[in-house]
């Protein structure tokens, strides 16, 4: 994971569910500045890590989404600004 970590350019995550190595790999993308992109349903955020829900970091982004399509269009629209932050 960590090599797929150093060779990725953007994080995206899952927080929907609570777990210790997305927690952990969110806090090392973040550490080496490359922009993290999580989402979670909205049926879950009150579930979702305190910690997550309270990052306010630069570069990181918290999706919130009820229905598939509408994550999709902003997943899309995150990628397209983390990638012009990058210059790729």
């Known amino acids: 994971d960590i090599r797929a970590l150093e060779e990725s350019d953007v994080l995206v995550a899952d927080v929907s569910y609570p777990s210790l190595g997305v927690g952990f790999e969110i806090a090392y993308a ?3 500045g490359k922009p993290v ?7 879950r955020l009150e579930k979702t890590s305190a910690l997550i829900r309270g990052i306010s970091w630069e570069g990181f982004e918290l999706l919130v989404y009820s229905e ?9 629209e995150e990628l397209k600004r983390a990638t012009r932050r990058l210059g790729i």
């Open 30 to 32: 973040l550490i080496k």
């Open 37 to 43: 992109i999580a989402y979670c349903r909205r049926d």
């Open 68 to 76: 598939l399509r509408d994550l999709l269009t902003a997943l899309e």
